[in-house]
């Protein structure tokens, strides 16, 4: 009797953890569309010296998309979706922060999927490099100047941030290389690109795959902080209040599998911003207006519990 009762019980839970796994695998395939508003003060025009007043030349409204963490091999979403969702946005570009892909031999369909999206939507791609995309590109023979020709070479406006800053519009993107192989503080940079930005009356918007290098913005670099931040995205009323500095980011995929108190982060990461609390959503870190997005690749395996991929679609509003 014990062993038919073994049985029974064996099979139930192979059952079950089959209809969990394909739930939680068209959850992976399901694709949000988050629109998140972030308002920005014209008295920042003129808070560079020298910067002119450029209050009456510049638009209302700047809009672009944002999404992270593609991981080609890994990204059950279809394509189509993600093209359809951005072109119905009229974005003024698409802004990719990172882990294209896990592999060397994920970077021809990286290529096609960048493709699609520039071409598609005509409009330009900005991308900065994830920790996965650093891994890949250091074992080329042409290392990251390889791996970047293989997308900027691409038909349609393609364009890899390395610790670069480029304009589209009314915005200045600079991106941040990742975290894991950085070879030079970041904190000057970002002061750099957010003077030009003052001096020549553009939006701010810095870029990066890991949101911890956010920490070593402005006074205190590299030191351990506590930030304030919520797990989900502010109700309009309650949003931070801005200095002109907005930040955007993936490389948590929003938890992707959720467990209890983000205990996958406190035991199982290093990162810093996830262990207090600070994966998904709003956040105010170092000055900065940051979101994080849960991205739309999946990492290990193609699943995912209590998140979804997502397509953000940022509109810089003037106040």
Known sequence: MFWYIFIIVICALIIAASFLARAMHRRASELNVVE??????????????GSAKTETARPEKSRFCFISDVHISMMPVRWGDILTAVKDAEPEFLLITGDLVNRPGDIERAKQFIFT?????????????????????AGLPGGKAEFRQEFTSLKGDVRVLDDEYTVV?????????????????CAPLIAEWGKTA?????????????????????EGAGQEKQVSGSLSVVPEGEKPVSRNRFAFCGHTHGGQIRLVRGIEFSLLKKDKLPKQGIFYG??????????????????MFPLRYGTNPEVVVVILSRM
Request: aromatic letters at 4%; one cysteine or more.
């Open 36 to 49: 998140t508003v972030f308002k920005t003060s014209p008295e920042a025009e003129t808070d560079a010296p």
């Open 117 to 137: 999206l520039s071409v598609g939507a005509e409009i330009p791609v900005i991308i900065t490099l994830g920790n996965h995309d650093n891994d890949v590109a």
């Open 169 to 185: 519009g009314n915005v200045l993107i600079g991106g941040l290389n990742d975290a894991s192989a950085r070879e030079m503080p």
């Open 198 to 218: 003052a001096e020549k009356g553009l939006e701010f918007v810095l870029a990066t795959h890991n949101a911890d290098l956010l920490l070593e913005a402005d």
């Open 282 to 299: 709003r956040h105010s870190v170092r000055g900065f207006d940051v979101y994080i997005t849960s991205g739309i690749g999946c990492a």
